[in-house]
């Protein structure tokens, strides 16, 4: 399969806000960021909060300027486009936003909302887009004669599928979600990720997934790339990233999920400290001051080289610990 | 709440997609507009506010058609009489030319006006003021002024505040912390102040240049100052609106400024813009009312709402109550100034999909969110 969406080294930089005699500084909320993603796969992100996850997703829509590196959509580079020449990708990838209340417009019907990115890009003519539209909300399970009623009729959820129908509308790519059902009730969350699923079946779409939910991720994402502090530390399969975990950070991240399966042989490795600023990251390794495995590494190597980066067929990692070296997670 | 999806299908479990196409077929797109249309004929209040300003409207623009008494021919001699017949004069005064000065149309009008009636004209209906002014008259046409000084207040309102106020929230960094700062300075004048101060600078010119002038000055002052509160409502409206996700998932999608501004800043703005042009214009009516009180804004002999309430000041005396000189005028201005706001509610209503306690609607975001 071809690469649909190929991001080498993107770096997204925010200058942070000038404080009294301090020297001025940026915040390196991406730093450093690979990701592959093939036509019709689903990417998982996962990551604690402030990682840069959302910063990606608005990077790759065209909401935020890369600092740095490339972004490779169908083999075409995206950085350093003007907002002309970046126009024609922006129907390629469209976004599902995390919050289904702020999203949508509150004075626009349905049908607007649905036919509003068709207008943008001159797709089809009036009436066949109102057709598609309608023929969309019947795809995400809302019934079309709720066209002309507005956001607030409809639930969290039902929102929700507006705004997956609404990306649908002009046959993406590649949808980013970011955190599409964080917002929503766990029991409509299954309902929606169902969705997802049967849609990218249908309309064979490629999804980057954020979420800082595991299982969410796992029901969803053929492969996961795990984000901390503006670096990917782990890529792999989804079996691999859950069975064997490699980098500690992500072994960190996966025992703290609850799992009654797990056996208590296998006690969660807990994570201790808060993430450091992205203004200031450690030098070396960027999670050496909470790896619970820096013991193990000779010569405080993680504190001060950049870890290497290792592979084992299709799951590859940064961490300067030699594999099968340290005690099975 | 949360009650989702299926259940919103009509019965069955799931739909077949050819009936749901042959259905959408049928299915008429609504925009919001068109149903903003709807809520607002369904709204009572909102029509016959409507009805009532249209007819008010209507009267003051064509005062000088009507058949009544000069609304500044004096009779010093009598005491104000009070609203009695007769119901109808001949011979009366008809419309003094001298004492008013009346642009091309109105002078058009009021010669068809004495084609029509000749010298037949109507009694005094509302009665007359201490100089024997008859109020119907005055009233009516004192709200040609009052009419004239809430156009000025909307068109500066909506043409300068909104245009100004928008541009600043959209462009913002410095030109708008700079575009502010200016409204700023101008907000800390003292409005009456600043018409004195205007008025006194250009006195000797204005005399040269006759009353009419003068009242275009002070037409000038009341719009530069109304557009103020409309520009930072506005501005603030801009910003707000600009980092709503709604905005920036149109700009992922590779909307144009001006579809954004047309698709989604207008129709949300357009509701507090309304709110606050109803809140505008009374007070704007009271502030003419109050400076030609003090003297300052429309010269006798014009009338307008306010002279009139100057005038129903000076009626009140303990020896004789002519209640009708301050209570007429005061149900014409209240009567009005309540429509706009009725009015002004209504389209407000309309224009907002949720409806009136609408934003107790929204849950709470759930966790995570
Ligand atoms: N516009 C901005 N200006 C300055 N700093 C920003 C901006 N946007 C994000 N950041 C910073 O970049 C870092 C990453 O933010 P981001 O929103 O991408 O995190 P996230 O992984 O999506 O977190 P969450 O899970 O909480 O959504 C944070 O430290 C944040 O403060
Ligand atoms: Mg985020």
Known sequence: MSALLEIRDLAVHFPRPRRWREPPAVVRAVDGVDLDLRRGESLGLVGESGSGKSTIARTLVGLQRATAGSIRLDGSELTGLDARGWFPFRRRVQMVFQDPYGSLDPRQTVLSILTEPMEIHALRKPRERRLHALELLEAVGLNPHYANRYPHEFSGGQRQRIAIARALTVHPELVICDEPVSALDVSVQAQVLNLLRELQERYDIAYLFISHDLAVVRSLCQRVSVLYLGRVVESAPRDEIFEAPRHPYTQALIAAVPDPTRAAAHPPVLLEGEPPSPTRPPPGCRFHPRCPARALVPDDRCAREEPPLRTDGAARWTCHLEPGSAPEA | ?369
């Open chain 2, 1 to 369: 709440m949360i009650t989702d999806q299926r259940e919103m299908r009509s019965g069955e479990d799931r739909l077949d997609p050819a009936q749901v196409l042959a259905d959408a077929r049928r299915i008429r797109g609504a925009g919001h507009w068109r149903r903003a249309r709807a809520r607002l004929r369904e709204s009572r209040t909102a029509r016959w506010s409507q009805r009532f300003l249209a007819v008010a409207v209507l009267l003051s623009l064509l005062t000088p058609l009507l058949p009544l008494p000069s609304p500044t021919a004096l009779d010093l001699r009598a005491l104000p009489r009070p609203p009695v017949g007769p119901w109808v004069q001949i011979g009366g005064n008809g419309f003094r030319r001298e004492y008013w000065e009346l642009s091309a149309v109105d002078s058009a009008l009021v010669d068809v006006r004495e084609a029509l009636f000749g010298r037949w004209q109507t009694g005094p209906y509302l009665g007359t003021d201490s100089k024997g002014r008859d109020l119907l008259s005055r009233i009516l046409w004192g709200s040609r002024t009052s009419l004239l000084v809430a156009l000025a207040a909307t068109a500066c309102s909506l043409l300068i505040g909104v245009t100004y106020g928008a541009f600043a929230g959209l462009i913002g960094g410095r030109t708008d912390r700079l575009m502010m700062r200016l409204v700023d300075v101008l907000y800390s004048l003292p409005f009456v102040f600043l018409v004195i101060f205007v008025l006194a600078l250009l006195d000797a010119w204005l005399d040269e240049a006759g009353g009419a002038s003068r009242e275009l000055v002070f037409y000038a002052l009341v719009g530069a100052v109304t557009w103020l509160t409309m520009a930072r409502v506005v501005r603030g409206q801009v910003l707000a609106l600009k980092n709503a996700e709604f905005v920036q998932a149109a700009r992922a999608m590779g909307a144009s400024t001006s579809h954004i501004v047309f698709r989604h800043l207008v129709p949300n703005l357009l509701s507090v813009v309304i709110v606050y042009l109803t809140l505008t214009i009374p007070s704007i009516l009271l502030v003419e009312a109050f400076l030609s009180f003090l003297g300052l804004g429309i010269q006798p002999p014009r009338v307008s709402w306010g002279l009139l309430a100057a005038d129903g000041v000076e009626a009140i005396n303990p020896l004789h109550s002519f209640w009708w000189i301050v209570v007429w005028p005061a149900v014409a201005m209240g009567s009005t100034l309540l429509a706009l706001n009725l009015l002004g509610d209504g389209v407000r209503d309309a224009l907002d999909p949720r409806g009136r306690a609408a934003d107790t609607d929204r849950p709470a975001p759930g966790p995570g969110a």
